[in-house]
């Protein structure tokens, strides 16, 4: 892992473990400013402080960035667009170890897919719930078949919505993603983080 992401991934595992800058350089043998260099993206730690801290905070620093890591960066990105939580959770839970930018989009796209599964859940109970009652209204003659048509269709429309909404970001993101643009899923709730 090279800089800036390794300083990134320095901070993040400490901020993890709950030490400070200066009880991680005292477990690692270095000086604090050490630490604060590395994190700050400064300088490339030395095998033995690399050893060190991969040691200390239980992650592999020594691995080198992934070979191919925009195409698994947009393989994550696009696997969004169906909806399959298993897919993105595979291929992130294989690669995040070695990859701090894998990690982090990996993070992001299993967000989403939490968050639109729920959502999609929520609209299918709707739907459950919603369409037999219209049903029923229906055959009572309750109603005007035009407003329980439009009814029946309303209540199908967040599906559709929410698989336009899936599509639209699956398909900006991997963009994003390959032209090496910031990505971002709106609407998201933090579940992994």
């Known amino acids: 892992m090279k800089q800036p992401d390794l300083g990134l991934k320095v901070s993040e595992l400490r901020n993890e473990k709950g030490f400070t800058q200066e009880q991680l350089a005292e477990v690692c043998e270095v000086t604090p400013r050490t630490i604060q260099r590395i994190e700050s993206g400064e300088v490339e730690p030395r095998a033995f402080t690399r050893n060190s801290l991969s040691n200390v905070l239980e992650f592999d620093l020594g691995k080198n960035d992934l070979e191919n890591e925009r195409f698994w960066m947009a393989a994550l990105h696009i696997s969004s667009m169906f909806c399959i939580v298993l897919i993105p959770l595979l291929i992130w839970s294989w690669l995040k170890n070695r990859s701090y930018q894998v990690d982090k989009h990996g993070r992001q796209v299993m967000n989403f897919q939490i968050t639109v599964t729920l959502a999609l859940f929520a609209g299918g109970f709707c739907l459950v719930v919603g369409m037999p009652a219209l049903l029923i209204l229906m055959e009572q003659g309750i109603g005007n078949v035009i ?3 439009s009814l029946a269709l309303l209540s199908v429309m967040p599906m559709i919505l929410i698989g336009f909404f899936i599509t639209y ?25």
């Open 169 to 193: 970001q699956g398909a900006v993101n991997t963009l994003r993603v390959l032209t090496d643009k910031s990505t971002r899923y709106p609407l998201s709730i933090k579940f992994v983080k």
């Open 147 to 149: 407003l329980m048509s």
